[in-house]
């Protein structure tokens, strides 16, 4: 005759634990579903961020305020970083593809602002203090328009004025 | 055009102050002529020759969208007798002065009429 200690036995059935018990139930919980957005919310908030900026400046232009944009391509380069983390957690050709493209606009945006748009110091002859240089121009109706004409009753404010601006 | 718009629509602080506002652009007569006629307060000079550009030394060679000259944009007060007295030039040509920017300088640079 076998001795048991511990928990009862009839037969070959432990009476002490319920029916349908395992060792499982006692230790382990059911896996938790990983989340499903996968940094879908970066790569939108990026994808805003990238866009913001040229509609901030065409907003800005349509109130006539004619200031350098430096929030344009700071804003695209945010963008451009948040698409760098939500490939990281998840990786799509889409992604990729967004951040190629955000990524060429920020590059662009840079360039524009940093080199294009530069204009370089200002050495020519026009001096305070000194006459004008003379010239020879027209007025829109045709009439001439030279240095004698800045010489009056009235002074004179000489806007050199290009495009759109 | 913005800049000129908005000088335009402040032609009354300019007058009372004794200024006018002289736009300069390489545009030929017909184009300076539409432009005249979209701002009837300002006088606008046709540089089509570019000698006013190039006597100042403001051509920006190969500077325009379409890959042609233009002007640098600057903004230069000149008092009644023909005389210089300040000069304004931009970092980037899609900065420009605000109508308020230029009054304070005309205030500054030309007080009481120059």
Same mark, same amino acid.
């Given at each position: 005759?076998?001795?048991?200690?511990?928990?009862a036995?009839?037969?070959?059935?432990?009476?002490?634990r319920p029916?349908g018990?395992?060792?499982?139930?006692?230790?382990t919980?059911?896996?938790?579903?990983?989340?499903?957005?996968?940094?879908?919310?970066?790569?939108?908030?990026?994808i805003?961020?990238?866009?913001l900026?040229?509609v901030?400046?065409?907003?800005?232009l349509h109130?006539?305020?004619?200031?350098?944009?430096?929030?344009?391509?700071?804003l695209?380069?945010?963008?451009a970083?948040?698409i760098?983390?939500?490939?990281?957690?998840r990786?799509?050709?889409?992604?990729v593809a967004?951040?190629l493209?955000?990524?060429?606009?920020?590059?662009g945006e840079?360039?524009?602002?940093l080199?294009?748009?530069?204009?370089p110091?200002y050495?020519?002859?026009?001096a305070?203090?000194?006459?004008f240089?003379?010239f020879?121009?027209?007025?829109?109706?045709?009439?001439?328009?030279t240095?004698?004409?800045?010489?009056g009753?009235?002074?004179?404010?000489?806007?050199?004025?290009r495009?759109h601006w | 055009?913005?800049?000129?718009?908005?000088?335009?629509a402040?032609?009354?602080?300019?007058?009372?102050?004794?200024?006018?506002?002289?736009?300069v =652009?390489?545009?030929?007569? +017909?184009?300076?002529?539409? *432009?005249?006629?979209?701002?009837?307060?300002l006088?606008? @000079?046709?540089d089509?020759?570019?000698?006013?550009a190039?006597?100042?030394e403001l051509?920006?060679p190969?500077? =325009?969208p379409?890959g042609? +000259?233009?002007v640098a944009? *600057?903004?230069v007060?000149i008092?009644?007798?023909g005389? @210089?007295?300040?000069?304004f030039?931009?970092?980037?040509?899609i900065?420009?002065?605000?109508?308020?920017?230029v009054?304070?300088?005309?205030?500054?640079?030309?007080p009481?009429?120059?």
């Amino acid at each position: 005759m076998t001795v048991h200690s511990g928990a009862a036995r009839v037969g070959d059935l432990d009476v002490s634990r319920p029916v349908g018990y395992t060792e499982d139930m006692n230790t382990t919980s059911p896996p938790v579903a990983p989340p499903k957005s996968g940094g879908r919310l970066l790569l939108w908030t990026g994808i805003l961020a990238a866009i913001l900026g040229p509609v901030v400046y065409a907003l800005e232009l349509h109130a006539a305020r004619l200031t350098t944009p430096w929030y344009a391509p700071a804003l695209t380069t945010l963008g451009a970083i948040l698409i760098i983390v939500s490939l990281r957690r998840r990786f799509s050709v889409w992604r990729v593809a967004a951040l190629l493209l955000i990524g060429a606009v920020t590059a662009g945006e840079w360039w524009f602002l940093l080199s294009h748009a530069r204009l370089p110091a200002y050495t020519g002859p026009v001096a305070e203090g000194h006459p004008f240089p003379e010239f020879s121009a027209a007025r829109a109706d045709g009439t001439p328009f030279t240095r004698d004409n800045l010489v009056g009753d009235e002074d004179t404010v000489l806007v050199f004025f290009r495009g759109h601006w | 055009m913005i800049e000129l718009g908005q000088l335009e629509a402040r032609h009354q602080d300019f007058d009372s102050r004794h200024v006018r506002v002289v736009a300069v =652009s390489l545009d030929g007569l +017909d184009g300076s002529t539409k *432009t005249q006629n979209k701002f009837p307060h300002l006088v606008v @000079v046709s540089d089509k020759k570019k000698s006013l550009a190039m006597a100042a030394e403001l051509i920006a060679p190969q500077h =325009s969208p379409a890959g042609g +000259d233009t002007v640098a944009p *600057t903004t230069v007060l000149i008092d009644r007798r023909g005389e @210089v007295r300040w000069l304004f030039r931009p970092d980037r040509f899609i900065e420009r002065l605000s109508p308020d920017q230029v009054l304070e300088a005309v205030d500054e640079q030309l007080p009481a009429g120059g």
